[in-house]
């Protein structure tokens, strides 16, 4: 009796192996083997998981890869990046929409804020969407002092992988800075940490230098010494 029950859950897991090994198939006897999953029909889509940027912003460790079709950019989208600091590409060159945010339109194939292109995440456009600006999406240091933050900004270890395309990054100015924190941070996008960031602009020639920094928590735009302080530096680019 113990040999015939041993004989039955052996073959029932072989069953079970093979069955998982093998490739599935929704409307089609023939799923390629290439594919865990073919989805086949001569009249319908595939329809991933539609959310908006809030609700995509609200999945706890996206696992690298993840797809999902947001609702607010009208764009289907990946995450490129890890778990713990996601980094979602649309993959698409154009958009029909606008992000949450504002700050330019996107019909026509326009470019639109919130759109992730040009090696990072649109925070201006013009009238015509064919001009603005895109920002990092990741910090490119913790906390420098501002003599050292163009090492850091052109250094391409500093960006991920769609940032390493483009070697034209620099600092944005404090109108730059407040666009991003405007356009970006307060709609949950760009990752930015709640904390202050340098920009590019001087209150005057004075020594030590003053430079104008937004802290990302509260909005307040501040200047301190160039040389006597570290904070955190997000790159900017044109288009």
């Not at 395309?165 to 709609?187: C, G, I, K, V």
Request: glycine residues 12%; charged residues 10%; aromatic residues 10%.
């Amino acid at each position: 009796m113990r040999f015939v029950f041993h004989s039955i859950l052996w073959s029932g897991l072989l069953s079970a192996s093979a069955l998982f090994s093998q490739s599935v198939g929704i409307q089609t006897a023939n799923p390629d083997p290439s594919a865990a999953l073919e989805v086949a029909s001569p009249s319908q889509g595939f329809l991933p998981p539609r959310l908006s940027t809030a609700q995509r912003n609200g999945i706890v460790l996206p696992a690298e890869g993840l797809v999902l079709y947001n609702t607010d950019t009208h764009c289907l989208e990946i995450n490129e990046g890890t778990p713990q600091l996601p980094t979602w590409i649309c993959l698409s060159d154009t958009g029909t929409g606008v992000s949450p945010g504002g700050g330019g339109g996107g019909g026509g194939g326009g470019h639109f804020v919130g759109e992730l292109w040009g090696g990072g995440i649109v925070f201006y456009v013009n009238t015509a969407g064919d001009h603005g600006l895109v920002a990092a999406l990741q910090d490119q240091s913790a906390g420098i002092n501002y003599g050292l933050a163009d090492d850091a900004y052109s250094n391409p270890n500093n960006h991920n992988n769609a940032g390493k395309e483009f070697t034209d990054w620099r600092m944005p100015s404090r109108y730059e800075l407040n666009l991003m924190y405007q356009n970006l941070h307060l709609a949950g996008l760009g990752n930015f940490a709640a904390s202050t960031y340098w920009s590019s602009s001087c209150q005057d020639n004075s020594l030590p230098i003053p430079g104008w920094t937004l802290n990302f928590s509260n909005a307040s735009q501040t200047t301190i010494s160039r040389s006597n302080n570290s904070v955190r530096v997000r790159a900017v680019r044109d288009f």
